[in-house]
């Protein structure tokens, strides 16, 4: 069975500065995709970027990127310039590709953006 | 993308008693995914409907419990039966949408009933 951990529960960042999320992840498939999801105290889930593992570029959008190292089965999330808007919850996940193709998420990571 | 109406958004129930969540989305979708979310924490998968099936349920979830319908390919409920305080969290619905590049590209959720059972 698949595996998603998290290993920092929360993390803080300077507004304007850099930051990166941890997420690592265990499986015996070879194709699958990742996502980042934001969640914010509104409780809505975000997408804030995906990644197809057969691809070996790093995915990116505007200020987000991932770093993927499929081998390390590694998957952080980078995200450049923080804003205030960028504090929430952030999930990894991992959807199978099989079955229902079902999302298994990390633990979550507390982002606080501080001004 | 879909966009998913979720309803409540919020109650609060008596214990012993039930509760009906709604998700109703914006175009036809093929798997809906309803998932537990306790404060501040990660998402926990109750179970999977399919349209026209029984829902599959994951480990440590029954269908007594948690009964859910899905009667067409825009709309699910999930009921939360015989509540109790250890009930009280943050349910939230999912949708896989038919379109392949949709699918592909990511699910969109319900905005989540914040549940209190007292």
């Known amino acids: 069975a698949q595996t998603v951990t998290q290993s920092q529960p929360e993390m803080s960042v300077q507004e304007a500065e850099t930051v990166t999320l941890s997420c690592t992840y265990d499986?015996?498939?070879?194709?699958?995709?990742l996502f980042w999801y934001k969640q914010p105290p509104s409780r809505q889930m975000i997408l804030v970027i995906r990644?197809?593992?057969?691809?070996?570029q790093n995915a990116t959008e505007n200020r987000f990127s991932v770093n993927f190292q499929k081998a390390a089965k590694s998957f952080s999330l980078k995200i450049s310039d923080s804003q205030l808007g960028d504090a929430a919850m952030y999930f990894c996940a991992y959807r199978t590709t099989s079955g229902t193709y079902k999302y298994i998420f990390g633990t979550g990571t507390r982002l606080k953006v501080l001004a | 993308s879909a966009v998913i109406s979720q309803k409540p958004s919020r109650d609060i129930c008596q214990r012993g008693t039930s509760l009906t969540i709604q998700c109703q989305v914006d175009?036809?979708?093929?798997?809906m995914f309803w998932y537990r979310q306790q404060p501040g924490q990660s998402l926990t998968l109750i179970a999977t409907?399919?349209?026209?099936?029984?829902?599959?349920?994951e480990s440590g979830f029954v269908i007594d419990k948690f009964p859910i319908s899905r009667p067409n390919l825009t709309f699910s409920t999930l009921t939360v039966s015989n509540m109790s305080p250890e009930d009280s969290s943050i349910y939230l619905c999912?949708?896989?949408?038919?379109?392949?590049?949709?699918?592909?590209?990511?699910?969109?959720f319900g905005s989540g009933t914040r549940l209190t059972v007292v």
């Open positions: 409907a399919n349209q026209g099936s029984e829902a599959t349920y």
């Open positions: 990644q197809e593992a057969y691809k070996q």
């Open positions: 175009s036809q979708v093929t798997m």
């Open positions: 999912s949708a896989q949408p038919r379109d392949r590049g949709e699918f592909w590209y990511g699910y969109t």
């Open positions: 499986t015996s498939e070879s194709d699958y995709y």
